[in-house]
């Protein structure tokens, strides 16, 4: 009994040790001395458990806590330069967090050195540091600090100034090197004696007078834009099977509608015209229908839903599976119809009735009967179309594709004898409804890709992304050489009625099949780093590519934090670029492929500015939502993305991205704000022009 209770006694004391060296593997201890009367060294040093380490002060891209400084009042004195350690920081790779990590183990001395202005100095913050072993890492740890003191005033200070400082105990290890503007490999920022609040302060009527209209100001894609979209749409959607049969049909019915065998000359010329007059109604009602659909679109999303949309994941994953679900429809895995009851409802109403309506109504007929190939293109133009920030995109798109839609009724309607020589009904048009179906089922992946970078859920990266468009693109290729077949295709038979096994393949096909293999070709490098530049407005940032074989050439922001990146520039004098961009901008992504790859403009922001890279569309939490006033309205800010957003607005009075802005370290415009533009040399003289106002 007596053993069984000293070995109870001696686990208990076990567990306790242990539990108490997990919980505190790191001890700190603080100190401040002055070290001369215009500054002070202030001391952190850790003992650190063995098999344990704590990580330094560079700052990697998704990796462990670093070691960071953090002051919530001073004043009589500011931080001066970075926090640094007395002894350069071990490197190694860590799978726990897939990248090189910079650490340091046993015991390590940081150091922050504090200017004095003179007179009473108080100042308190907290150090932040992040801890690890081989198997699991403890929370971030903050260890407060508290300190205040005298020194004498200025004047003093310079008739002291010829007595000679006495040494620190210990030097510092100092380096002449400029932090890399990389976030994976930048010091940590010093926290500037500068009020947030200033930095928040608007400056749009300061970026109104340095405005003279030489830069781009607008990145959404004009009206006219999005009308040819939908234009090109309503061209598509015209020669598939649903649509292009019907049109000889209907145009016949409208000119010979009303006449018979016997009729006189008189009599068939009336009906003519009365056809004519007929079919342009026809496709005035087309129009009609489809542009109502573009302001019922508006009217169910609202004006300030439109814009928030094309970074929202549930909607972003709803148009995938949307367009999924159409692609699959168009090569011939099923058919999207609508009630049976709904067409024959119509078709019976317009029978029964005359006069407008009843045009009115055959042309709704047409709207139901086609819908199972125009509903996925009417889709993936509504998709594009919604989350445009303009309200009226999608009726201006839905114009542009009725037109399209209606013109050869009416056409074909004045001149009759053009129906002669168009193209007749035939396998073709399958062929157009398959090669739609595999550009739905590729840009369906571009969908994902906003909510999987928005959420922060890796599922889809870059090599994912561009392996499935290869595949894609390659199979679609196979198919124009009649290498793939699918259910919709119809057989070809030769002069003895057998199936002819090796269809020859027309020439535009063939024309077809070259580019779409030689696509799938260009994007192969990609696979091991290669930029591609023609998809980069679509497949995801680089920084998701795990195996890169090319040296890297975009161009990495210092700081993802506002406040942050703004203290460090402070304290450092240096000039400041704020790249408000977003996961899902399209327009970001060609800036960074055809412009940031530059190598003058890549050394320029990388060396003389502090970039700071905010995404508006970031899902991550706040810690607390934020209660703000927007324009007289209380809203709450509650993820990364708003808060950006609402800094972009009332700081800068936009709302579209990309949009860059260069300030001084006190928030303060150096030069007119910039926008989506790809011309280089109109980039680069805004970079310059912003430095030299910084010099003056």
């Not at 200033?198 to 030489?214: F, H, I, N, R, Y």
């Not at 055809?594 to 995404?615: E, G, K, R």
């Not at 928030?667 to 926008?675: A, D, E, I, V």
């Amino acid at each position: 009994m007596k053993n069984k209770v000293i070995l109870f006694v001696v686990m208990m004391v076990c567990a306790i040790v242990a539990h108490a060296q997990f919980l505190r593997p790191v001890s700190v201890t603080t100190d401040f001395k002055e070290v001369s009367a215009t500054e002070g060294e202030l001391s952190f040093v850790m003992t650190i458990k063995s098999g344990w380490h704590v990580y330094g002060t560079k700052v990697v891209n998704d990796g462990p806590t670093p070691t960071t400084i953090k002051v919530e009042h001073i004043s009589g004195a500011q931080l001066s330069g970075a926090l640094k350690s007395t002894t350069e920081p071990l490197k190694r790779y860590e799978d726990m967090f897939g990248t090189d990590v910079y650490y340091h183990e046993n015991s390590v001395r940081f150091v922050q050195m504090v200017k004095l202005l003179g007179g009473k100095y108080s100042f308190d913050g907290f150090l932040e540091y992040g801890a690890c072993n081989d198997e699991n890492c403890i929370p971030p740890t903050s260890v407060d600090f508290s300190y205040s003191g005298e020194v004498a005033a200025p004047k003093q200070q310079e008739k002291a100034a010829v007595q000679p400082d006495a040494p620190a105990e210990e030097s510092v290890v100092e380096t002449n090197e400029e932090p890399s503007a990389v976030s994976d490999t930048a010091d940590t920022a010093a926290v500037a004696d500068v009020n947030a609040g200033d930095l928040w302060a608007p400056v749009t009527e300061q970026l109104k007078k340095l405005d003279d209209g030489s830069l781009a100001t607008a990145t959404d894609n004009p009206l006219w834009y999005v009308f040819v979209l939908g234009f090109l749409g309503g061209l598509v959607a015209l020669v598939t099977p649903c649509v292009w049969p019907i049109i000889p049909m209907t145009v016949s019915f409208f000119l010979k509608r009303g006449t018979t065998k016997k009729s006189s000359a008189e009599e068939l010329a009336a009906a003519k015209r009365r056809g004519r007059r007929d079919a342009f109604i026809y496709g005035a009602s087309i129009v009609v229908i489809y542009v109502a659909l573009g302001l019922a679109v508006t009217g169910v999303f609202g004006a300030s839903a439109l814009n928030s949309l094309a970074t929202n994941a549930v909607f972003n994953i709803i148009f995938f599976l949307m367009l999924l679900l159409f692609g699959a429809s168009f090569i011939g895995g099923f058919e999207l119809t609508l009630p049976a009851k709904w067409t024959s409802a119509v078709d019976d109403k317009a029978n029964s009735t005359s006069g407008l309506l009843s045009i009115f109504l055959m042309a709704f007929t047409l709207v139901l009967v086609s819908f199972s190939c125009t509903g996925p293109i009417i889709g993936f133009l509504l998709v594009e179309m919604v989350t445009s920030s303009s309200i009226i995109a999608p009726t201006f798109g839905m114009l542009g594709f009725s037109l399209a839609l209606a013109l050869p009724f009416t056409l074909f309607a004045l001149f009759p004898t053009m129906l002669k020589s168009a193209p007749k009904s035939g396998g073709w048009m399958n062929v157009v409804k398959v090669t739609l179906g595999f550009v739905e089922l590729a840009f369906s992946l571009k969908f994902f890709s906003v909510a999987d970078l928005a959420y922060g859920w890796g599922l889809l990266d870059r090599e994912t992304f561009l392996a499935l468009w290869i595949v894609l693109f390659a199979l679609l290729g196979c198919y124009l050489i009649g290498w793939v077949r699918f259910p919709h295709d119809e057989e070809e038979y030769d002069e003895n009625g057998n199936v002819v096994v090796h269809a020859k393949t027309s020439v535009p096909r063939f024309f077809m099949a070259l580019v779409s293999l030689a696509f799938a070709v260009y994007m192969v490098p990609g696979l091991w780093g290669a930029p591609l530049k023609a998809v980069s407005a679509f497949a995801p940032p680089m920084k998701t590519q795990d195996f890169n074989l090319v040296e890297a050439k975009e161009v990495k922001p210092m700081f993802t934090d506002y406040e942050e990146g703004m203290a460090y520039a402070a304290a450092h004098g240096k000039p400041v670029m704020i790249d408000f961009t977003g996961y899902g901008c399209v327009n970001c992504r060609k800036m960074e492929a055809a412009v940031f790859t530059d190598a003058t403009v890549s050394d320029i922001m990388t060396n003389d500015y502090v970039l700071i890279q905010l995404y508006v569309d970031d899902k991550t939490a706040l810690p607390s939502p934020i209660e703000v006033d927007d324009n007289g309205e209380k809203r709450k800010l509650r993820t990364v993305g708003d808060n950006w957003s609402y800094l972009q607005s009332t700081k800068f009075g936009a709302t579209a991205q990309p949009f860059y802005v260069l300030l001084d370290g006190a928030g303060n415009p150096l030069n007119k704000s910039y926008s989506y533009d790809e011309d280089v040399d109109k980039f680069l003289d805004w970079l310059r022009e912003g430095l030299r106002n910084m010099n003056r």
